[in-house]
Nanobody
């Protein structure tokens, strides 16, 4: 059974930082692109960032470029999203997902973890 365990969300003031973690199990970690979508109530799920652990290829949404950094620890089968200079617009539920390719499309990701809430106060 594939499991993606997300953690690290919380409440932070604007300008602050958080680090999200996604621990994967039940899949061949290096064969998947793993990363994060986010969603706010009433809006579609939005791609944030992804990484292919094998070659380090990454994707970043324009809205977070330069502020967020994604990385992977292949030995721990865990992906991290370091979020700096957080803005109130970053407030959302963040979902970890795994798919076969780096892509901003929700339907390219068959495996999902439970969300973790990130709240950025102004």
């Amino acid at each position: 059974e594939v499991q993606l365990q997300a953690s690290g969300g919380g409440l932070v003031q604007a300008g602050g930082s958080l680090r999200l973690s996604c621990a994967a199990s039940g899949l061949s970690f290096e064969d998947y692109a793993i990363g994060w979508f986010r969603q706010v109530p009433g809006k579609e799920r939005e791609a944030v960032s992804f990484i292919e652990p094998t070659d380090g290829r990454t994707y970043y949404a324009d809205s977070i470029q330069g502020r967020f950094t994604i990385s992977s620890d292949n030995a721990k089968e865990t992906v991290y999203l370091q979020m700096n200079s957080l803005k109130p617009d970053d407030t959302a539920v963040y979902y970890c997902a795994a798919g076969l390719t780096v892509s901003p499309l929700v339907n390219e990701f068959p495996y999902w973890g439970h969300g973790t809430q990130v709240t950025v106060s102004s």
